[in-house]
């Protein structure tokens, strides 16, 4: 599972990096994204994998921490999940407000010939 796990976030890094070195601003904004989902995977990755592990405590409210996942970081990232997303949408119209303005999707509004 850990090796699995550290391999998307692998690739997602290497395809977001990739992305956001192109010239085209909507590849930059699809690279942004990838790295944002690597960023979240690895914090994710922090608290623990643990699989058929209990999420709550039992009745009796006794229990061994180490069995547990610490859920601080899937908080964080499902905060950085709805930032990411409003950040894609502002990035988006920006981008297409750029075409608009000056008729070329390159990231320095000029094309190459």
Same mark, same amino acid.
């Given at each position: 599972m850990e090796l699995t796990l550290a391999i998307a976030i692998g690739v997602l890094t290497g395809s977001g990096v990739w992305l956001v !070195?192109? &010239?085209r601003t909507y590849q930059l904004v699809i690279g942004l994204s990838l790295l944002s989902y690597a960023v979240? !995977? $690895?914090?994710f990755s922090m608290g623990r994998l643990r699989v058929g =592990? =209990? &999420?709550v405590l039992g009745a009796d409210g006794v229990a061994n921490p180490a069995d547990y996942a610490d859920p601080v970081p899937q908080a964080l990232v499902l905060t950085a999940i709805v930032i990411g $997303? =409003?950040?894609t949408a502002l990035l988006l119209v920006v981008l297409l407000v750029s075409r608009g303005l000056t008729g070329s999707d390159h990231v320095d509004g000029r094309e190459s010939r």
């Open positions: !070195l192109r &010239p979240n !995977l $690895f914090i =592990a =209990a &999420p $997303f =409003a950040t």
